[in-house]
């Protein structure tokens, strides 16, 4: 049975919805500015080899994947939201409605990680400061 990647039509089809999305990050003033430091081509093929594995495709072992230059632990949740949102544009631009669920999942995950560590972080400080009395 084919997975998610192989369905839609893979490379090319991911290729495509990734430079949809960062065209549509590109306009967008709420978010734009988060690319003004960074090297779009290494974080497309990020967000290409994130999408890769999400839709079920396995990558080839390499020592040598770009890093991730738009770490989502560092996006406010409402970044993360309007990233959620251009991609639902994308999606349903695409006619890739299917996918919605399996990306806002994605981003919901990110937003969960985000706030365990900022608990976590919150969490350790008043330890340490509890302890010290």
Known sequence: MDNIYQQIGGEKTVNTLVDNFY???L???RVNHLLNKINLKTQKLRTVLFLTLLMGEKLPYSNKYPENPLDPQNLTEEQ???FE?????VLIDMDLLDLIPLVSQALFMARSI????????ALSYNYSASSKN
């Open 80 to 82: 993360l939201f309007v």
């Open 85 to 89: 949102e251009i991609w639902h544009h």
């Open 114 to 121: 985000k706030r365990n560590k900022t608990n976590h972080k």
């Open 27 to 29: 306009v967008d003033r």
């Open 23 to 25: 065209n549509k990050v």
